[in-house]
């Protein structure tokens, strides 16, 4: 599973930015998939992770109700809509594809995407 992040950039606080995470391979579905994010000098840490079918969803306390993570297996696309972003959000974002659930640390995860950095401005 070759995995493609995208959609990071520049962006005022309180703005908002898209991320989507493209698989190469067929077997999607099968995967939960996740959002880590690292800033400089920090250790990369979990944002948000989705279950296979997409009915099953966390996230870490900070993005609670500014985040909403997606997928559409049809599509092997993994979305991640961020709203009210805040200055402290900056970081490089990556994908990541792992099997079983409660996966929340990195070494958890087979899979990663290459990271797109989003930046928000105060």
């Known amino acids: 599973v070759q995995l493609q992040a995208s959609g990071g950039g520049l962006v005022q606080a309180g703005g908002s930015l898209r991320l989507s995470c493209a698989s190469s391979?067929?077997?999607?579905?099968?995967?939960?998939m996740g959002w880590f994010r690292q800033a400089p000098g920090k250790e990369r840490g979990l944002v948000t992770t989705?279950?296979?079918?997409?009915?099953?969803?966390y996230y870490t306390d900070s993005v609670k109700g500014r985040f909403t993570i997606s997928r559409d297996n049809a599509k092997v696309t993994m979305y991640l809509q961020m709203n009210s972003l805040k200055p402290e959000d900056t970081a490089v974002y990556y994908c990541?594809?792992?099997?079983?659930?409660?996966?929340?640390?990195?070494?958890?995860?087979?899979?990663w995407g290459q990271g797109t950095q989003v930046t928000v401005s105060s």
């Open positions: 391979g067929r077997t999607f579905s099968p995967y939960t």
């Open positions: 990541a594809a792992g099997t079983g659930w409660g996966l929340r640390k990195p070494s958890d995860y087979d899979y």
């Open positions: 989705i279950s296979g079918s997409g009915r099953t969803t």
